[in-house]
């Protein structure tokens, strides 16, 4: 047996040190096959007599099977997994009561079975073995062994029925319900949304069972839908006693000792400019011509100063990972203190701001960059609608009330044209997306639905933002720091080929062969635009990228086509931003990457968990809004309307209900007295006898029949078709002779006016 390369950590560590977890993987790797407590122990040379030590290395081997570094077998010998042809990872459940396995290495995911979904609930740790393939060529799995219950509490609504109570989850994802014993119920009522804690987790034979632990409230009062998202999606959404006491030390204003060393940029022309309901200002802007190009000063909230690693504001705030933005309310990453006050760049009043520099050139290229914090004092406090109305209007009213800002103004709206510009050539993908805003009447029931409209003083600050981000990601990279980048991957293998072979139907093709880029994409963009399938195209080329992560392994940014890009611009409300502020710190220091206070491997579970909170938020937030549009819908049973067909599914069509943008589905029975197939690469369904086509982009006219608003689902009566699909996926007249017809004249699809790009910002 060698040594323990990492014998002093441990010494360091412990008064009677015992084997890292390195060595003991390496050994049970050298040792070939499972090996029982006693046997790992002689191996390490741990005497049984030791009994501290004994007892300390029989804790770290649990410890390393609850982490997923070792398995236990029947007879109780620790083994490896990756020997074992085991896959450890998270486990996703879905509505219809099967589910997946998320590995945490790479790998696709394992699919379970619904009879292996009742041994656990959406979100558990498990350990499965692949056992074959599925009816549909999917991998499947067994599960193992639990690692985790990852589920302690759920939200749901209580029902009885003949002496029994359960609680049904609000997190479709969980299939199962809740019993609920007689002395649990502490006074419930049925129907009232109640949280649940899990006193017995389900296994294959029975499932969960739990008690009430707290009445949130009625089923249908105002807001609910919002509490209910919070829980049931795991939401943080309360400070603790010591994170309070934290924020009592801090003071309510910024001091001079807070100022001292800091670059005062107090007399500069910064402004912000954000919604009209923003209350957390991340950002500030100020743009100047210079002689051979431009200067811009992106000026961010300085939350590194306030939020220091290790404190209970940092932990909450890594938790948290990000804000979740309900309609009318927010659940913030940091206490109102910081992201409504001290930290957010309010009008008027001294902040602090880590502040990048920027030097861009005649044609928007990037020549130089520099980083500092410093001290600022918003000169106004804008809304998008003020800048645009400003820009396009002469004789806008908010030209006089911001009269010492329109120059400035001015500015920027030149700089961003050019910055505009650049992004065109660069072949930065911009796709047409809507979307929509709820409007609530006194009682917080809705009172319409209406779209989003990005105008040009959207684009200013999402165009200055992109180039402070990609400054920032340069920077860091040029100091070698461990960080996480915003990584937008290129599409996968699979879904190319199933994009081609939709695109042949409109006789279009994407260049660019296993690898195509975002020119490639955009330029299939130009040719369809101002055609009546445009919209289509858009979503499925939309459709076939990949989502976009936080990550330290740099494989950059596909959507935006940059080569290095992270976020830096939102520390209040994003958790890598504020990562990204302590490298810039620290590399400030020019102490070395290996002295900052993260590594590399922190980095890859940072960028997992931030990945992992950003499609929590994301989830919750789509529940909350999906519930508020059905129970609109639930008032109005009977309404015909026309809609748009979102997706095609071998169960039917999704269509969006217009002018609502409420999702319904349009059952595969409902459309006619043939057998309709459903075509995956082409996203559509045909019919068998008449050659009929239903595809995304189609518009029909349906009839709400029916809304579930425990599973938020809209079913639909078709009534007409509006769209002249036929067998012809093309129609009548191809493609090819639509585009020979045209006027040869060069067109540019991005100078249309368009709604925020779903890759990123």
């Not at 913030?332 to 030097?359: E, F, H, I, T």
């Not at 609608?385 to 009269?403: A, G, H, M, P």
């Not at 369904?685 to 009839?703: A, N």
């Not at 017809?741 to 249309?752: I, S």
Request: negative net charge; glycine residues 6%.
């Amino acid at each position: 047996m060698g040594s323990d390369p990492h014998a002093a950590r441990e010494a360091d560590k412990y008064d009677n040190p015992i084997p890292s977890r390195e060595f003991i993987l390496e050994q049970l790797e050298e040792a070939q096959k499972p090996l029982r407590q006693f046997q790992v122990a002689q191996l390490l040379d741990v005497s049984e007599d030791d009994e501290e030590r004994f007892e300390a290395l029989s804790r770290r081997l649990k410890a390393m099977v609850r982490d997923g570094q070792l398995i236990r077998n029947r007879r109780g010998a620790f083994g490896l997994l990756k020997k074992m042809d085991l896959i450890k990872g998270r486990v996703l459940g879905h509505p219809d009561g099967y589910g997946f396995l998320v590995p945490d290495s790479d790998g696709k995911d394992l699919f379970l079975s619904e009879k292996e979904m009742h041994k656990v609930l959406h979100g558990d740790r498990v350990i499965a073995s692949v056992v074959g393939e599925d009816r549909r060529g999917r991998q499947e799995g067994v599960i193992i062994e639990i690692s985790e219950h990852c589920t302690q509490q759920v939200l749901g609504r209580l029902n009885f029925e003949d002496g029994l109570a359960w609680v049904r989850p609000n997190n479709n994802r969980i299939t199962q319900d809740v019993f609920i014993p007689q002395d649990g119920l502490m006074g419930a009522k049925e129907e009232q949304i109640v949280l649940v804690e899990i006193i017995h987790q389900p296994s294959a034979r029975s499932g969960p069972i739990g008690k009430i632990i707290e009445v949130v409230g009625d089923y249908m009062a105002p807001g609910m839908e919002i509490d209910s998202a919070i829980h049931a999606f795991g939401i943080p959404n309360s400070w603790s006693d010591e994170l309070q006491t934290e924020l009592d030390q801090i003071g309510d204003e910024v001091t001079e000792a807070d100022m001292e060393g800091r670059k005062d940029l107090r007399s500069m022309q910064l402004v912000t400019i954000d919604g009209a309901d923003t209350k957390d200002f991340d950002d500030a802007v100020f743009a100047k011509r210079r002689k051979n190009g431009w200067r811009l000063v992106v000026a961010i909230a300085d939350v590194s100063h306030y939020v220091k690693p290790g404190t209970e504001l940092d932990k909450e705030a890594y938790n948290r990972g990000n804000s979740v933005y309900f309609p009318q309310r927010v659940v913030p990453m940091l206490p109102s203190k910081l992201s409504d006050g001290l930290c957010s760049l309010n009008p008027k009043v001294d902040r602090l701001c880590m502040v990048a520099d920027l030097y861009i050139s005649e044609d928007g290229k990037l020549e130089k960059s520099q980083f500092y914090q410093a001290v600022m004092n918003s000169k106004a406090r804008l809304t998008y609608n003020q800048v645009f109305d400003i820009l396009t209007n002469k004789d806008s009213q908010y030209r006089k009330e911001f009269k010492q800002q329109v120059p400035h103004l001015e500015e920027l709206y030149s700089l961003y044209k050019v910055l505009q510009k650049a992004r065109e050539e660069r072949g930065a993908l911009e796709f047409d997306t809507t979307e929509t805003r709820i409007v609530f009447d006194a009682e917080r029931k809705i009172e319409e639905i209406v779209p989003v409209v990005r105008n040009d003083a959207h684009k200013i600050i999402e165009e200055c933002m992109l180039m402070a981000n990609v400054a920032t990601a340069r920077y860091l990279k040029w100091h070698k720091m461990p960080m996480l980048y915003r990584v937008h991957e290129k599409p996968m293998e699979e879904r190319l080929k199933n994009l081609r072979t939709f695109l042949a139907d409109f006789s279009l093709t994407l260049e660019g062969g296993d690898e195509p880029t975002a020119h490639d994409y955009a330029a299939v963009a130009e040719k369809i635009e101002g055609q009546p399938y445009e919209h289509l195209v858009q979503t499925v080329l939309l459709r076939s990228m990949n989502q976009a992560v936080y990550q330290p392994e740099n494989k950059g940014h596909f959507g935006l086509n940059y080569e290095h890009y992270a976020h830096f611009t939102s520390p209040i409300r994003r958790y890598p931003d504020l990562l990204i502020h302590r490298a810039i710190r620290h590399a400030w220091t020019k102490d070395g990457a290996e002295t900052f206070t993260y590594n590399d491997s922190q980095m890859v579970e940072f960028g997992q968990h931030c990945s992992d909170t950003e499609r929590r938020a994301d989830e919750a937030t789509r529940d909350a809004v999906t519930f508020l549009k059905c129970e609109y819908l639930s008032h109005h049973i009977g309404g015909e309307y026309e809609a748009v067909v979102s997706a095609a599914t071998n169960f039917g069509l999704f269509v969006e209900l217009q002018p609502l943008f409420v999702e319904g589905l349009v059952h595969i029975t409902e459309l006619g007295e043939d057998y309709f197939h459903y075509d995956n690469a082409r996203h559509c369904l045909k019919g068998e006898r008449t050659g009929k086509v239903y595809r995304l982009g189609d518009r029909i006219k349906v009839q709400v029949a029916q809304v579930n608003l425990d599973d938020r689902k809209v079913d639909l009566r078709f009534i007409e078709s509006l769209s002249d699909s036929s067998e012809e996926f093309a129609g009548e007249e191809s493609v090819a002779e639509q585009q020979a017809e045209k006027p040869k004249k060069k067109r540019n699809y991005r100078k249309k006016k368009r709604s925020r790009s779903k890759t990123d910002k």
